[in-house]
């Protein structure tokens, strides 16, 4: 079957990398090869291509992330072992089904979760005996997008500290809105180095890809709770 290879992109640049984990065997320890790789890298907003009114491209970037495509690159390298299985991975995690068009793509997280479940991308972490807020949504910040009624579950801020024992290296961050037609504001990838909680994140405050103490982003950010994935 022919592969959709991104806009943008090199067959060698993709190879190249990947090859700095050729020795790494767990996806955990993958991701943390190639999160680290891109520290210091800029951030790039609205970087992917498309709308209602104009044709979606497959593209991507190894020079600059926004906090999704960064998350999704990522995941897609440490499935790969060349550069064919990046691209399939990559547009299986961006798109529904892996339907390359604007309405197909994951634009809210919940769906970009839901698919990526599906899709067996993903998988859920244990989330036994902690709290737990299950809240009805109708998300609608998107343009072109109609109104979306979601069922959300996510973990209360103040319950952090209950679930931080069950994270490894690799698991994925998701923050939830205050705001009552947003799902997700942001989101990151969670690092555990000794006792520290880390998160490798595309943050547009601070400019690029950074790797900032899990606890520092709790503190100085107001959300609602937090919702957690694997990758497999």
Not at 129 to 156: F, H, S, T, Y
Request: charged share 30%.
């Amino acid at each position: 079957m022919k592969v959709t290879h991104p806009k943008g992109l090199k067959r060698r640049e993709v190879e190249a990398l990947l090859k700095r984990a050729l020795d790494e065997r767990s996806i955990a320890e993958r991701i943390d090869v190639f999160s680290r790789r891109f520290l210091g890298y800029p951030y790039q907003a609205n970087p992917l291509i498309g709308s209602p009114e104009t044709a979606e491209v497959f593209t991507a970037s190894l020079t600059g992330f926004d906090c999704v495509t960064y998350i999704e690159t990522i995941i897609a390298l440490a499935r790969a072992s060349d550069f064919d299985d990046f691209s399939e991975a990559l547009r299986r995690i961006r798109y529904r089904e892996g339907r390359i068009d604007w309405r197909a793509r994951n634009h809210y997280i919940t769906e970009w979760i839901r698919n990526n479940l599906r899709a067996s991308m993903l998988k859920p972490i244990s989330l036994r005996a902690v709290p737990i807020v299950r809240k009805e949504r109708l998300l609608n910040v998107v343009d072109g997008l109609p109104a979306r009624r979601v069922r959300m579950r996510w973990v209360p801020k103040t319950a952090f500290s209950r679930i931080c024992g069950r994270l490894n290296t690799g698991d994925l961050i998701f923050f939830v809105s205050t705001a009552k037609n947003l799902d997700v504001f942001h989101g990151g990838i969670f690092v555990r180095i000794g006792q520290r909680l880390l998160m490798r994140h595309a943050s547009r405050s601070q400019g690029g890809v950074v790797e900032q103490e899990l606890s520092e982003f709790l503190e100085t950010n107001g959300m609602a709770g937090l919702i957690l994935a694997r990758p497999r």
